[in-house]
């Protein structure tokens, strides 16, 4: 593990829904070439580490109805693959989660065309029906705006963000966009940038490059562990505060609660963090403790997002202003510093 401080949802989905309705999925064929890096793998074992969007049990149904050639030939889940295969894959019919009803809920878009949807997520939603959060999510919510998504795996989210981080995610809204920002989040070329608050005095920009897994005893969260997956966190000081510090942090990968569990790990952990936070704040003022102890979430939002377009092959960028509630949180931390130096 190696935190360098000299200066980022894959998010895979284990989501076993209770299945009940089956939905004829229009025919989208899929061409890809298989790499290196799944040589020696069966074919179904393959298909799942690129196509992630699709459970291996669905892949292989797919195989055995003749659905996937290889090198324009049939195949079956066993056979093994060297590398260099051509592959071609027609999404078969797929099954919706009777759990998964659309809602009427509002939705802050910042763009959306033919191939994607870009959503501004505000605290408080969580992004995908699980763990006792069936309703209100933002899949609920897609399903209600745009109904066809109905036919994509998880209505076309490829990524996530936490239930309390605010900002910017890209939602696909076809078969061959849905693949490609798959693809191209596995070969990190999505670039995802946030604000993040830090407490404590971050010195320099830096990077942490410590793998992430499984807590081995709290069960429930995420750590820096041997056994865990790469992941890879730069991050850039931006302005620094009584007692903690405004950070641009930058994703190379997508582990779950990446930042959170790097800035941990560094010492710094996120204001507001309700899991991986602090409760003692070393501040010269009471003033600003109580700021920084009542803010009622992690203080992390998505700012930045930029990728190629599915559609054009255009680099495309969006950027999310600093929501209300940080926005509040950095004038009251300015404030109450500044109101405590002038009663020294």
Wanted: with cysteine; net charge neutral.
């Amino acid at each position: 593990m190696n935190y360098i401080n000299n200066g980022q949802d894959i998010q895979n989905y284990n989501v076993k829904p209770d299945l009940s309705v089956a939905i004829d999925q229009p025919e989208n064929v899929i061409e890809l070439e298989m790499p290196q890096e799944v040589a020696g793998l069966r074919l179904d074992q393959a298909l799942a580490r690129l196509l992630p969007q699709w459970s291996r049990s669905r892949l292989q149904s797919w195989i055995e109805q003749n659905l996937v050639s290889v090198d324009g030939s049939g195949a079956t889940s066993r056979q093994k693959i060297w590398g260099g295969e051509k592959i071609s894959v027609t999404p078969g019919r797929i099954e919706a989660d009777s759990a998964h009803q659309a809602e009427a809920i509002p939705l802050n878009i910042v763009d959306e065309d033919e191939h994607l949807i870009v959503i501004d997520k505000p605290a408080g939603m969580v992004v995908h029906p699980g763990n006792g959060n069936w309703q209100g999510t933002l899949l609920n919510a897609l399903l209600n705006h745009a109904p066809q998504l109905d036919q994509l795996p998880r209505a076309g989210i490829v990524h996530r963000l936490d239930k309390e981080t605010t900002g910017l995610l890209v939602v696909a809204k076809t078969v061959e966009a849905q693949f490609n920002l798959v693809q191209q989040l596995q070969a990190r070329t999505v670039r995802r940038d946030y604000l993040a608050l830090a407490l404590g005095d971050v010195r320099k920009d830096g990077l942490v490059d410590a793998p992430i897994g499984r807590h081995p005893v709290l069960r429930t969260r995420m750590a820096v562990t041997e056994a865990g997956k790469p992941a890879r966190t730069h991050y850039r000081v931006l302005e620094k505060l009584a007692a903690c510090t405004l950070l641009r942090c930058s994703l190379e990968t997508g582990r779950t609660h990446q930042i959170r569990v790097h800035l941990r790990a560094i010492g710094h952990p996120l204001v507001g963090d309700p899991v991986y936070g602090s409760k003692a704040v070393d501040a010269s003022t009471l003033a600003v403790a109580h700021v920084l102890l009542q803010f009622p979430r992690q203080a992390l939002h998505a700012q930045r997002l930029t990728l190629m377009h599915p559609g054009s092959g255009q680099s495309v960028s969006w950027e999310s202003p600093l929501p209300s509630d940080m926005a509040e949180l950095l004038q009251a931390i300015r404030g109450a510093s500044t109101a405590g130096l002038a009663s020294v």
